[in-house]
């Protein structure tokens, strides 16, 4: 017998995800060896310490790392890096922090990586106490720039994989690694949604992070991979600032099972699939006026590919945004990946869908544009009250 979707028993609108990992989505959909780790784990008592250490092994094996451990987010994971760079195992540094008065303090990190994935990237190295050093210009970062960052005070250096950097004109991983390492400075690396378990240690990386929650579909959790003293380091900071940000039992054992799992996970099939979801979203898009689509591989060279949608409003007789905002209204809410939608496309992302669903989403691309072109006029609302309409909404949460 089916469950009533808990969605409909919450109270909430039961909604198909086309946009990605996002966090204010519920990120991945958990497998359901996580899922059934979580449910084991929840009614039991466990010595943390050792499931971190059973944690730890897995992470290595996986990462290639010679330890690791789980936390509450990547955001989290990335302060506790920070912090760890500036404390070592140092247990009276770990609880004067955020106060840094003695340790080393300053965070490189290059302009194009000041990003903002929900939160600024800054303020997770500032929260640990740290103060960011920004090197380079938000398009360029040349060598002398980064060299020259260097001082006495500097903890470490911040190097962020993401579609959301600047991807052109920074110093990459490899070279990034030897300029900070001639230095002794050491790097960490925020690959909240990398595939690429292994990759960013291979170049070089001393710490590197990953979202539990994103491309592997585990609970929500941060994992932290690298080597074992400055692994050490971080996780001693459970003692200090890391306890805001602590991990329960179902966290530590849903990350070990979605690590676990996808070392097992068929990705060619799970790749199919989502090809098969891009190819049948064409079909229904492609000929139709002022509708033109590009499949894109992901910007970050995640096994990935993406369909961007264009409209032209003349042919298609609606803007992007307001396809979009259709799509996520009504009795079946689609909802698009709309980081760039100003520029006139939105993004289509096949890889949290349930089965059945790639069609679902089809029919309501099909329903947009057929009203849409059955309009008389063309409907553009003006895009620059879409964001204060979103800032507006948020800003009078709860009601
Ligand atoms: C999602 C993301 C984060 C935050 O990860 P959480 O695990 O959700 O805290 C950090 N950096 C980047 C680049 C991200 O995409």
């Excluded at 519920?26 to 059934?36: H, K, R, Y």
């Excluded at 960490?188 to 990759?199: C, F, H, N, T």
Aim: hydrophobic share 45%; glycine share 10%.
């Amino acid at each position: 017998m089916d469950q009533p979707d808990i969605r409909v028993r919450l109270g909430v609108r039961p909604i198909i995800n086309v946009s990605g990992t996002m966090t204010a989505l519920g990120s991945s959909i958990v497998v359901p060896e996580a899922i059934e780790a979580v449910a084991a784990v929840l009614g039991q008592f466990v010595e943390v310490d050792d499931l971190q250490r059973r944690a730890s092994r897995v992470i290595a094996r996986l990462c290639r790392a010679e330890a690791g451990f789980v936390t509450a987010s990547c955001a989290g994971a990335l302060t506790i890096c920070v912090a760890a760079a500036m404390t070592g195992a140092d247990l009276l540094a770990i609880e004067r922090l955020p106060d840094a008065g003695g340790l080393k303090n300053e965070v490189i990190i290059q302009a194009g990586h000041m990003v903002a994935y929900g939160a600024p990237v800054e303020q997770g190295i500032r929260l640990a106490g740290a103060r960011v050093v920004m090197v380079g210009q938000a398009t360029a970062t040349r060598a002398y720039q980064l060299a020259g960052a260097v001082t006495a005070n500097t903890a470490a250096a911040m190097y962020v994989v993401s579609h959301h950097t600047v991807q052109h004109g920074m110093i990459g991983l490899p070279a990034f690694v030897a300029a900070m390492h001639d230095r002794g400075v050491p790097v960490i690396v925020d690959a909240a949604s990398e595939y690429d378990l292994r990759g960013f240690l291979d170049a070089g990386a001393d710490l590197v992070c990953y979202s539990s929650h994103k491309f592997l579909g585990g609970p929500t959790g941060g994992i932290v991979a690298g080597g074992k003293d400055l692994v050490r380091a971080a996780y001693l900071q459970n003692r200090g600032i890391g306890r805001g940000m602590k991990v329960g039992k179902e966290g530590i054992a849903g990350t070990i099972a979605a690590l676990e799992a996808w070392e097992r996970r068929d990705h060619a099939a799970v790749r199919e699939r989502e090809t098969t979801a891009l190819h049948r979203w064409r079909e229904v898009l492609d000929g139709r006026p002022g509708v033109t689509t590009v499949v894109l591989p992901d910007p970050t060279d995640n096994p990935l590919d993406r369909l961007q949608v264009w409209l032209d409003p003349q042919g298609a007789h609606i803007t992007a945004w307001d396809l979009a905002d259709r799509l996520g209204s009504g009795a079946l809410p689609v909802i698009v990946r709309d980081h760039e939608i100003e520029l006139g496309f939105f993004l289509m992302d096949p890889c949290n869908l349930h089965p059945g669903e790639a069609e679902l989403v089809a029919g309501r691309l099909r329903e947009e544009l057929d009203r849409a072109q059955a309009s008389n006029t063309t409907i553009a609302t003006p895009i620059a009250g879409r964001g204060l309409a979103r800032t507006q909404a948020l800003l009078s949460w709860p009601d």
